[in-house]
Each structure stands twice: as C-alpha cells, then as structure tokens.
C-alpha cells in the first residue's frame, strides 16, 4: 500500500514537472511569436542592420507601405550610432532606408506619401527611398 502511494505521488510529481515546463516553453514562444509577427511588415536586408529600436509609427509606416505595395520593405540601414551626416534621423533611430526589388521608386514613394505619421520621403539615385517620422519633407539625392 505503501508503495502504491509512493508511486502515486512520484506520478502526480512528475505530471505537475511536466505541466509547468510546457506553460513556460508556451510562454517563451509567444513571446518570441509576438516580436517575429512585429517584423512580419519589413525586412533587414543584413544582420548588421539595425532596426530593433524603431518606434511604433515607424513600424506603422513600413507596415503601411508593405500593405500597399504587396510587398515587405527591405531595410537597408536604420540606426546609425554615429551618422555620416549631423541631425539625421537615422542617429535617433527614426528613419529607414528601404528598397523593393520589382517595384520602381515612383510606386513605393507613392505608398509611403498616404501612410499615416509620415514625415521626410527621400530617394537617391541608387534605387533607395528613405522614410522617417520627423517634420513633414521630400527630397532628390541624385
């Protein structure tokens, strides 16, 4: 009798063990769930890109130009800590610089000037638009 409670309780332990380490590894995915569905609206075109700190109106506006276009946005720099040029957005992590392969830069300036929060479009010669959340302006770099 003894040792039909003993192996009641071994089993009643080991299902308790069981039930916690699936909540926590159901946790852990939805939570890694969460921050993938937030990159679902662009890509980085390399892993030395840096677009982790974008801020909500940011992502909103890639998300935007990603739903008009049918197409996800391939970032091709966002954050840079020491920006080549003084007061660039990219130094405070509030502007992309994006390309689609496929579509031309007429189609994908179009997308960004309807999405809501837009600030300064850009285009460069080279076939990237960029896209930032400050004061509303538009550019030709070429």
């Given at each position: ?10 089993g009643l ?13 159901f ?6 769930l ?6 679902l ?12 700190c ?6 909103a506006i890639?998300s ?8 996800r ?50 285009t460069?010669?080279?076939?990237i ?14």
């Amino acid at each position: 009798m003894q040792n039909l409670a003993s192996l009641a309780m071994a089993g009643l332990f080991a299902l308790q063990s069981a039930t916690i380490a699936v909540s926590q590894d159901f946790k852990r995915q939805a939570l890694h769930l969460t921050r993938h569905e937030a990159r679902l609206a662009y890509a980085v075109q390399t892993v030395s890109v840096r677009a982790g700190c974008f801020p909500t109106r940011l992502r909103a506006i890639l998300s935007h130009i990603a739903a008009k276009t049918g197409r996800r946005p391939i970032v091709t720099s966002g954050h840079r800590p020491h920006p080549r040029r003084h007061g660039s957005l990219h130094g405070k992590c509030l502007a992309a610089d994006i390309r689609m392969p496929g579509l031309s830069e007429r189609t994908i300036v179009a997308a960004a000037k309807s999405a809501p929060g837009i600030g300064g479009i850009g285009t460069y010669c080279n076939g990237i638009v960029h896209v930032d959340v400050g004061p509303k302006r538009r550019w030709v770099d070429c």
